[in-house]
């Protein structure tokens, strides 16, 4: 199993050391040539405005709806969740537009633009998850074939779409894997 890892900015490098230690090979993303013979994908966190430019200075736009419109499975944490989404509240920012969601980006309010706190996420068991918020987008709406796997505070912040799957959080911030291994036993 090979998965890839978006890495134009932000946390790639956790994702790919959380890969690591579970045993699943992954490869930087950073030209199209990258994308083939990918099981599936990360886009990590960082600034979504930014990868969103970056995905065309670097080509990868295309290829990767391609890709994705030809099956490839997503996972993607916090900016990912908005790259991944069909709206975005109040912006055009360029997007992937892989789940049928509405999302607004920074809403977690200035005072408590990063934390963490205990979620409980069924699908990968009874221990809460140790989510990391940094600057945290939520997800407004959701079309009835989206699954909401959490939700913090009446707020919906990780979705899955067939196998595409995104987090408001960072699950790669953490020495709690269940998430990743979530994704990869989709695949
Ligand atoms: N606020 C960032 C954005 O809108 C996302 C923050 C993150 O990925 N930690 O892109």
């Known amino acids: 199993m090979l998965i890839g890892v978006l890495a134009l900015q932000g946390a790639f490098?956790?994702?790919?050391?959380?890969?690591?230690?579970?045993?699943?090979?992954?490869?930087?993303?950073?030209?199209p040539e990258?994308?083939?013979?990918?099981?599936?994908?990360?886009?990590?966190?960082?600034?979504?405005?930014t990868m969103s430019k970056l995905l065309g200075d670097y080509h990868l736009l295309t290829p990767l709806k391609d890709?994705?419109?030809?099956?490839?499975?997503?996972?993607?944490?916090c900016a990912g969740l908005i790259i991944m989404a069909k709206d975005i509240y109040g912006s055009n920012q360029t997007r992937l537009g892989l789940l049928d969601i509405l999302v607004a980006r920074n809403a977690f309010g200035r005072q408590v633009e990063s934390f963490e706190d205990k979620l409980i996420i069924p699908a990968v068991g009874e221990k809460p998850f140790p989510a990391v918020f940094i600057r945290a987008p939520y997800v407004?709406?959701?079309?009835?074939?989206?699954?909401?796997?959490?939700?913090?505070?009446?707020?919906?912040?990780?979705?899955?779409?067939?196998?595409?799957?995104?987090?408001?959080?960072?699950?790669?911030l953490t020495?709690?894997?269940?998430?990743?291994?979530?994704?990869?036993?989709?695949?």
Do not use: W
Not at 41 to 48: A, D, K, V
Not at 151 to 164: A, D, N
Not at 175 to 187: G, T
């Open 34 to 49: 990258d994308l083939d013979g990918l099981d599936g994908l990360i886009i990590p966190g960082g600034e979504s405005t």
């Open 13 to 31: 490098r956790e994702h790919q050391q959380t890969l690591a230690a579970l045993g699943v090979s992954s490869r930087r993303v950073k030209k």
């Open 67 to 77: 890709k994705t419109a030809a099956g490839l499975p997503v996972f993607g944490t």
């Open 175 to 187: 020495s709690d894997y269940r998430l990743h291994q979530y994704f990869i036993n989709q695949l």
């Open 140 to 172: 407004m709406e959701a079309k009835p074939e989206v699954k909401i796997l959490a939700t913090y505070k009446e707020k919906i912040v990780f979705v899955q779409q067939g196998k595409c799957l995104a987090a408001a959080f960072h699950p790669e």
